[in-house]
């Protein structure tokens, strides 16, 4: 993440869940790595602490603490802080043992492993070693810290890697007609009847995972069994009130039995095909209509805001979308990433959900094949978690354009 913008940088922490109040506060590398380089940013207010520790539940005099220590050593980090207790739990030998374990047993087999993996078999290590010990004040304290994890994996040559990086496209300048057009939206029409609709591509193996490998080693590994490349198309609307539309699934075929194979039972979402599972005007149509039946009425104007995906601007959508009370709104070409809710915020929180439920399905069986009807059910549990004050929140910035 280094260079990125200080927005670029909030806003990827909202890809990180807060954890419930019984628990510590997420302190993976991924996210520290993402605060560290909002802290040793020159433009960084204490509003900025505010608003990380609103977004992390981190406490804000933890946060100041870490700002002051960065300021003094541009190397800091409070993952690097080594925990004397946790060093002594194992022995070399036993280390190396267990280093040796996930080198052969693990990495080498082609198998995803994340900190949490780790913190799961070392829990496992630890709990084996002291299972006859009767004596409790012989056991010392231990709960797999994530600085003994780091600590850890550079004493043993281990680093975590991103299986898929993607970068997020380059802004660029717009005339105020969008910006006229949002702001007279939001003053005149009701917020339900506002809507961001966006296509994205669902992957089987959800993109963004990390998993560990050793230092300097590049290995060749199947890290789950599946295509990679497999993916489908997903239609997302959400309301300027917090409201969830139904998706519409896209199977990639000729007949409706892509249906069952492709996506499978999907309760109330809407499910359909094409030939090259993209959107095409006729599915674009009918998930226009699906939004209409959701409403359950025809007599007022549903206002639609999306990108300029060449199905949406096309002249025979325009046509259909007028002839059935839509109005459409196109974001500037550029610009969805900032402008665009299902962009901004909720596409990236989506995501983050389906890595921990797809790491689910992995964990209990890793030999198992993986099929998009796996994936969309990922997605509709997924999509289900997406509570009404984070959509309500992914509107604002084109609430306040001027």
Not at 110 to 132: P, Q, R, S, V
Not at 374 to 380: E, M, R, Y
Request: net charge neutral.
């Amino acid at each position: 993440m280094k260079n990125a913008t200080k927005l670029q940088l909030l806003t990827a922490l909202d890809n990180y869940s807060i954890k419930t109040k019984y628990m510590l506060y997420d302190r993976s590398e991924e996210r520290m790595d993402i605060i560290m380089e909002l802290l040793r940013d020159e433009n960084y207010t204490y509003g900025d602490g505010k608003l990380l520790s609103i977004k992390t539940g981190i406490p804000k005099s933890t946060i100041s603490y870490w700002r002051q220590r960065k300021i003094q050593d541009s190397s800091f980090n409070p993952l690097n802080k080594q925990t004397n207790l946790d060093k002594k739990v194992f022995s070399k030998e036993e280390e190396e043992e267990i280093t040796n374990y996930i080198l052969e047993n693990i990495i080498k087999q082609g198998l995803l492993f994340t900190n949490y993996d780790f913190k799961i078999l070392i829990m496992e290590a630890f709990n084996e070693k002291y299972m006859f010990e009767e004596d409790y004040d012989k056991i010392p304290k231990f709960n797999a810290s994530d600085g003994f994890i780091t600590d850890f994996k550079n004493r043993n040559n281990f680093v975590s890697r991103r299986l898929h990086l993607a970068r997020r496209p380059l802004a660029r300048n717009f005339d105020d007609i969008f910006a006229n057009q949002m702001n007279e939206l939001f003053k005149t029409v009701k917020p339900c009847y506002i809507i961001n609709i966006d296509e994205t591509s669902w992957e089987v193996i959800p993109k963004i995972l990390k998993s560990w490998h050793v230092k300097g080693e590049d290995h060749v590994l199947r890290y789950v069994n599946s295509n990679c490349k497999d993916n489908i198309t997903v239609v997302a609307g959400v309301r300027a009130d917090g409201i969830r539309l139904p998706l519409q699934f896209i199977a990639k075929g000729k007949t409706e039995l892509v249906l069952q194979t492709q996506i499978g039972d999907v309760n109330y979402h809407m499910k359909t095909f094409s030939e090259n599972g993209w959107t095409t005007k006729e599915t674009f149509k009918l998930y226009l209509l699906g939004i209409r039946d959701f409403y359950n009425f025809q007599e007022e104007t549903l206002h639609i805001i999306l990108d300029g995906f060449k199905v949406h601007i096309s002249e025979e959508i325009i046509e259909f979308a007028e002839s059935n009370n839509f109005k459409l709104y196109f974001i500037p070409h550029g610009y969805t990433d900032q402008l665009q809710p299902l962009d901004i915020k909720l596409f990236g929180i989506l995501k983050s959900y389906a890595r921990r439920l797809f790491l689910e399905r992995y964990r209990n069986d890793p030999y198992r094949k993986r099929n998009k009807i796996d994936a969309c059910q990922d997605l509709v549990c997924a999509w289900e978690k997406l509570d009404i004050e984070t959509i309500k929140e992914s509107f604002l910035q084109l609430k306040v354009l001027e």
